[in-house]
């Protein structure tokens, strides 16, 4: 309830923000001399564009009941409300977390936080990928590691290899973190690892 509500506010903050920006560019055109109001006119027109922008690219995520009362329902839901996490995103974490300490490596609290930054940047667009592996944009200096963009169903084989029931060899380990991220198409899963 309380995310419509913030919804509804946002859509008449929309509203008024552009009925504000209408009234703005017809009194600047009538008070100002005409080259003047030009640059005010484009001025306004710009910020309210990027306002628009804002509006139109804004998410909300609901909570996991709110999707499986709208799938029960059959509720379709509006374009702003982010598509629901697959549950083979969480199960792809968990295969990905138990294989690498199956290697020897150790799970470290901040090498995780550095693996979500990296999943989410790949979530928003800003990462290049080569054959479904990219890299993160930060921490470079300080490790190394992996992201990779799946569809559901890759998820789901990724995860079915992962937990094949093979010995798997020890290595000398060092700190790494899993996380993952959805944008509405794709599962980004992502490796973080500490340099040793």
Known sequence: MNSFRRVSRMSATAAVAATLTAALSVSAAQAAPVNSSSAQLQDVNQ???????????????????????????????????????????????????????????????????????????AAAGKVTFHDNAGDGLTHLEEGSGNIYKLTESEAKERVDWLNRDVPVT???????????????TYVYVAEYFFNK
Do not use: C, M, R
């Open 170 to 184: 020890k290595t000398d380990g060092t700190g790494f973190g899993v996380a993952q991220a959805f944008d509405g």
């Open 47 to 121: 910020l309210s564009s990027q306002a628009v922008e804002q509006v139109n690219s804004l998410e909300i995520e609901l909570p996991a009941q709110a999707y499986d009362l709208a799938k029960q329902f059959n509720v379709q839901l509006p374009g702003f409300i982010k598509k629901p996490t697959p549950s083979v995103a969480g199960e792809l974490v968990g295969a990905t977390h138990a294989h690498l300490l199956k290697q020897g490596h150790h799970e470290d609290a901040n090498a995780k936080n550095i693996a979500q930054e990296w999943a989410n940047q």
